[in-house]
């Protein structure tokens, strides 16, 4: 099927280089996840029709565009002579129409069929640090880490997974990163 969408995604900004080497800024941007069709298979029989019923889906062949706003705040910083960079930022997410896949299967066995459909809402609250130290002439080492706290604020009881207060899936509560960046001087012949 053809999905076509027409959507404005503002994103507000603002910025104040508080000394030469610190930035301060805050940010408000929308953003979306195109929705789609449903495979129109075996969605007719009546096992499915009994599962969509269960779970209040009136029509299973396409499922709404998601949306998400995120607020975030933070410091960019240039230390000891632009040798350290330090960033930290804070975050607020929030997150509306969850498009979520569910098997038909477990509100009826004899349907086997999948539909996505939009169940819910989700707030993520998060901090970012990033740390770059140039150790030496040729050496700049980094550490990032990332903690989180996702959960459903709106959900529907028929889906698993989607009841309020659970947390939100395939979204860790703590991410951390090292790395290490070597710069080779040219050789001239």
Excluded at 30 to 48: K, M, Q, V, Y
Excluded at 111 to 116: D, E, F, R, W
Excluded at 134 to 155: I, R
Aim: proline content about 4%; hydrophobic content about 40%; some cysteine.
């Amino acid at each position: 099927a053809s999905i076509e969408e027409d959507v404005t995604t503002p994103r507000f900004a603002i910025a104040y280089a508080a000394t030469e080497d610190i930035n301060l800024y805050a940010t408000a941007s929308e953003g979306f996840r195109i929705g789609g069709s449903n495979p129109a298979g075996n969605l007719d029989t009546p096992g499915c029709q009994r599962a969509l019923e269960k779970l209040g889906i009136s029509d299973a062949g396409s499922f709404d565009s998601d949306s998400v706003w995120n607020y975030e705040a933070g410091i960019k910083s240039s230390l000891l002579d632009n040798t350290v960079h330090l960033n930290v930022s804070a975050f607020n997410v929030q997150w509306t129409d969850l498009q979520v896949s569910t098997a038909l299967s477990a509100y009826d066995d004899t349907c086997g069929a999948s539909v996505v459909a939009n169940v819910g809402e989700a707030e993520l609250n998060g901090v970012e640090l990033e740390l770059k130290a140039l150790v030496t002439d040729n050496l700049e080492v980094g550490m990032t880490a990332e903690f989180n706290d996702a959960e459903l604020t709106k959900g529907d009881p028929g889906v698993p997974g989607a009841s309020v207060g659970d947390p939100l899936k395939n979204v860790p509560d703590f991410a951390a990163t090292l790395s290490a960046q070597y710069y080779f001087e040219p050789i001239n012949d």
